[in-house]
């Protein structure tokens, strides 16, 4: 007898009964402390339902094992009904694990390339899906599409109700589907390196038409231009130059854009009515107007002629994905970039006279976005750089000569994942990062 066939025939039946075992395994209830137990509900509908009183502190979850392939995709999709739930995108998470045939976590099937040397191999760690849109019956759709690692064979999927005193939260509609590998989402940032000669605003803008030429010829999807353009080194009181939007500054650049094709980023100053605003204006590969942030952090010397702070924080959906803006003295603080990532930001646009390059690094790590900055700044000074930055900080590009356009090419569909167990950072900020206090300064 041919031992060969034997040993796949039972390999096979092995890998079925192990793979049927698990389709079969129900929902369990999971707790990590007998003490914070919560109370658990399920209905004959197939609704997972959990309660806590109101002591603090409880916490518990559902749990169930799914066969999986390693290598291949996988899409977690779940709907989430809360009540008297305080803080539903930390209190009702739905979190994935990737475990071996054993139960044991596995590792990263390759060390990223920023690894710092002589550091571990990452593990695979959890994944959690993001929150969606929710129906006029209060569900909130949960999902996220994930790559297991190669060593993985199961999956164990999570559904989360912590730290919410009197609420609860009902689950359905649970699936975990391999879907196809999704193709990637490359696309190539540019960032012009110039300072206008400030003769008038439209010589000023008349100074890009080239740059924009050299973004394009380099295949560039999106041009990030500096702050105040029309008005930067102009001998005249800004605030008597501001213009409307849409207005000859950005009707100039909207025709570069719709004749190069690319998106395009760059501030001016602004006038609504009486008040005047520090503004970047986001245009279409097609010409037209996509948005405009309004510059919410103002330095002294702006508040000083009257500027007036802008107080949302657009994100605008776009072919390439969805780009945020923020202006100069923004980027010397967390909340700005914090707040577009929040709402969805994958690519922060900064138009930025100076700031400390640190903190053009710390802006794209501690949110894990791509961020493109264009400075009036001198390369050597040391001070702000005009650069392409990826989700991890580090500079891909850099503008050291005046009068040139640095390139890079970024992928939107690739995951960073960090060293020391981090795992992909930026679906984390969701559901980790703390709630702020309620105070009436809008904290």
């Known amino acids: ?5 034997c040993l796949i025939a039972i390999l096979c039946l092995s890998t079925s009964c192990l793979n049927r075992s698990l389709a079969e395994e129900p929902w369990t209830e999971q707790s990590p402390r007998a003490e914070i137990r919560p109370q658990f509900l399920r209905s004959d509908d197939g609704v997972l339902g959990i309660r806590h009183d109101q002591r603090e502190g409880l916490d518990g979850w559902y749990q169930r094992r799914f066969p999986i392939r390693g290598g291949a995709y996988y899409r977690v999709q ?18 994935l694990l990737w475990q071996d045939a054993e139960g044991k976590g596995v590792k990263l099937d390759s060390a990223p390339q920023y690894l710092i040397a002589n550091l571990p191999m990452p593990s695979a760690e959890p994944e959690y899906p993001v929150d969606g849109a929710c129906d006029a019956e209060g569900w ?9 690692p ?8 999570e559904l989360h109700l912590q730290w919410a005193p009197g ?29 206008p000669s400030g003769k008038s605003p439209a010589e000023n803008c008349a100074e890009f038409a080239p740059l924009i030429a050299q973004a394009a010829a380099q295949r560039a999807d999106l041009i990030v231009l500096g702050e105040t353009v029309p008005t930067a080194n102009v001998k005249a009181n800004p605030t008597d130059l501001a213009e409307s939007i849409p207005g000859p500054s950005t009707d100039h650049f909207a025709a570069l854009a719709k004749q190069h094709q690319l998106h395009l980023v760059f501030s001016l100053y602004e006038r609504a009515a009486h008040l005047v605003y520090n503004t970047a204006v986001l245009l279409g590969p097609d ?17 000083a002629k009257g500027i007036a702070p802008g107080q949302d924080y657009p994100v605008f959906d776009t072919a390439l994905g969805r780009i945020g803006m923020m202006i100069c003295y923004d980027g010397f603080f967390p909340e700005v970039a914090r707040e577009l990532t929040k709402n969805g930001a994958q690519i922060i646009a900064w138009p930025v006279w100076g700031c400390n390059p640190l903190l053009a690094q710390a802006r794209a790590c501690e949110n894990h976005v791509f961020l493109v900055s264009s400075t009036f700044m001198n390369h050597d000074a040391g001070w702000m750089h005009t650069a392409i930055y990826d989700q991890g900080g580090r500079a891909l590009a850099k503008g050291e000569q ?19 167990n981090l795992g992909d950072f930026h679906s984390m900020i969701e559901r980790h990062r703390p709630p702020l206090p309620q105070s009436p300064d809008r904290r």
């Open 402 to 420: 005046w009068g040139s356009v640095v390139v890079a090419e970024v992928d939107l569909n690739q995951a960073y994942y960090g060293p020391y």
């Open 140 to 148: 909130t759709q949960v999902s996220g599409l994930y790559r297991a």
């Open 167 to 195: 609420g609860s939260v009902k689950w359905r509609n649970i699936t975990l589907t391999e879907v196809p590998a999704p193709p990637a989402r490359k696309l190539r940032l540019a960032a012009a390196h110039h300072r």
């Open 287 to 303: 010409g037209k107007l996509i948005g405009k942030y309004r510059k919410v952090s103002l330095p002294p010397g702006e508040a």
């Open 78 to 95: 779940a709907q989430r009904q809360t009540q008297g739930v305080l803080n539903p995108r930390q209190s009702c998470l739905v979190r």
């Open 1 to 5: 007898m041919n031992s060969i066939p």
């Open 150 to 157: 190669s060593k993985s064979a199961q999956a164990v999927l």
